[in-house]
Structure formats: C-alpha cells, structure tokens
C-alpha cells in the first residue's frame, strides 16, 4: 500500500519567512496530492492540492510542486504570518485507495 | 465551516463501556470516511462508506464498527474500551465524480477514556 514520509516534524520561523514542508510517497499509481491545515481544535482543512500532470502550483502565498520521477511533492509558504502557525499534512490518494497522510508538520511562525 | 457536523464535540466514559459518534456529511456528498487522530499517530483511517456500503477498511479494530444510513449519515461505534482509544475521532465526506478525492473534515470527537 500507499506509504507517504512527511519531513520536518516541527519547523519555526520568523514572520515574513518562508518555509518549505517536504514529502515522499511510494506508490507511483498515486495521482493526487491534497495539503491540509489542522488549526488548534478543529478538523484539517483542504488548503491546495496538485494532481499527477501538472508540476507546480500557486495560490497566493503557497505553492505546491510534484517530481513524479522521485515521487516527492513539497509545500513552500511564502511571506508567513502568525496565523499560519498549525500543522500542516500532505496526503496521496490513488484511484478508490483511501487518502494517506503524512505524520504531519507543526509550524511555528515567530512575530 | 466545511459542512461536515460530528456530535458529540467531546466524550468521557470509562474502560469497557461503549460509545457511539455521529456524523453528518456536507449536502449531497455520498463518501463518509472516519479518521483516528492520536499525538503519536497522526491521522489513521479507520473506515469508508459509500452511498451506504462499505468501500474501504483500514486499521480498524474488531471492537470498532461503522455504518451509514440512508440519509447518509453515519456513525462509528466503539466498545469494550481501553485507555489506548483516547483519541480525536474525525469524519470526513467527499462528493462524486472529478472532486470525490477532496475530504472535508468535520471538527471532531475528542473521546477520553479514564
């Protein structure tokens, strides 16, 4: 089955910084790549997701890019602010697999 | 809000009893998944339903179950517990088509059990 590492585990920062969350996945039939913000006592919320044909993509201050060749895709947040301290999870879903997450990263963004 | 409703927010009960969480999915969506969240574990999959059938099964224990009804909802029942299940408990919909990847999460069932 689908096995996706997730790295660093905490990362902090100061604000206006950017911060990179990086992962890797082992099934090469996985397709789509949802990132997640899990705000303190609330449910992970979709915030942007890439699919297998394309290699980056932007949505105002964060970015997702895919290497499918070594099956790593990343989360790059540029000019962070205070609010997006959370943790963050990527996911890999193939086909009517279910969607696995990663072990999460606690960002910390430093006023 | 992601249109995603989980009762009750939090639950307390103690060894060898049984519980029951409710979930609600967003409007129209079919899928209804159930996700344990531990601080050692992350976000586990438990279990999947589709329009009333079982679609996936994952590390779900025996003591565990789930169903989904024919309004959609669904609940995940579990019994015999140990101090081990302690855990947030997370429901998650999806709907059809081009979008049934995309999981909206409800806010969760914080289960302690003492």
Redesign the interface.
Known sequence: GENVEQHPSTLSVQEGDSAVIKCTYSDSASN?F?W?KQEL??????II?IRSNVGEKKDQRIAVTLNKTAKHFSLHITETQPEDSAVY?CAA?HG?????????TRLLVSP | DSGVTQTPKHLITATGQRVTLRCSPRSGDLSVYWYQQSLDQGLQFLIQYYNGEERAKGNILERFSAQQFPDLHSELNLSSLELGDSALYFCASSGTGSTNEKLFFGSGTQLSVL
């Open positions: 789509y949802p997640y006592g609330k449910g992970p919320q979709l997701d999870f879903h009517f697999q279910k969607l696995v997450f990663g072990t999460g």
